[in-house]
T-cell receptor, first 110, second 111 residues
Framework: ELKVEQNPLFLSMQEGKNYTIYCNYS?????LYWYRQDPGKSLESLFV?????AVKQEGRLMASLDTKARLSTLHITAAVHDLSATYFC??????????FGTGTRLTIIP | EADIYQTPRYLVIGTGKKITLECSQT?????MYWYQQDPGMELHLIHY???????EKGDLSSESTVSRIRTEHFPLTLESARPSHTSQYLC??????????FGQGTRLTVV
């Protein structure tokens, strides 16, 4: 079964702290995507990871991909309030469709 | 910036009505998708297309139908809306290994 799992599902963290969201997927995939969704809005692309060991960074967010472990991580450094959102990872299992994870709802507390 | 448009943004309609949700993209992408998402929940693929005259059902069974007569246009139709169809519908397009770009979504309420 093609499956993508994220944890945690809910994350409440204080401003200034660091944390990591984990994305595990069930079978071989060389393409992993991270999206952000604000309440009531659509999805905004954050990162595209296309090979083992890929690392991308934008501001306080950094994403990485380990295809051998079937794991991608989204690391948040020194969180600020405007990072509060739901974060989704999605994998392409070679069928040109994106299978999405359950999402991680992140709340940053002042 | 991605150019993919969905209309209407919000729709409240009575049970039994026929509706069409519109989705258009100006990027010339071959791949287009429809996802269904309940508030705060994960996205489920209900339809996809790899090009003109190519449509497939997704992982989540849906009573809706789609068509792809032109590259830029991928409408979704419900012949007879029911309250169980109440949800947000997100259209997306992509090309090759690039990310999928999403429209703003249509929030459908069937009363």
């Amino acid at each position: 079964e093609l499956k993508v799992e994220q944890n945690p599902l809910f994350l409440s963290m204080q401003e200034g702290k660091n944390y990591t969201i984990y994305c595990n997927y069930s079978t071989t995939s060389d393409r992993l995507y991270w999206y952000r969704q604000d309440p009531g809005k659509s999805l905004e692309s954050l990162f595209v990871l296309l090979s083992n060991g890929a690392v991308k960074q934008e501001g306080r967010l950094m994403a990485s991909l380990d295809t051998k472990a079937r794991l991608s991580t989204l690391h948040i450094t020194a969180a600020v309030h405007d990072l509060s959102a739901t974060y989704f990872c999605a994998a392409d299992f070679g069928n040109e469709k994106l299978t999405f994870g359950t999402g991680t709802r992140l709340t940053i507390i002042p | 910036e991605a150019d993919i448009y969905q209309t209407p943004r919000y729709l409240v309609i009575g049970t039994g009505k026929k509706i069409t949700l519109e989705c258009s993209q100006t990027m010339g992408h071959d791949k287009m998708y429809w996802y269904q998402q309940d508030p705060g929940m994960e996205l489920h693929l209900i339809h996809y297309s790899y090009g003109v005259n190519s449509t497939e059902k997704g992982d989540l069974s849906s009573e809706s139908t789609v068509s792809r007569i032109r590259t830029e246009h991928f409408p979704l139709t419900l012949e007879s809306a029911r309250p169980s169809h109440t949800s947000q519908y997100l259209c997306a397009s992509g090309q090759g290994y690039t990310e999928a770009f999403f429209g703003q979504g249509t929030r459908l309420t069937v009363v």
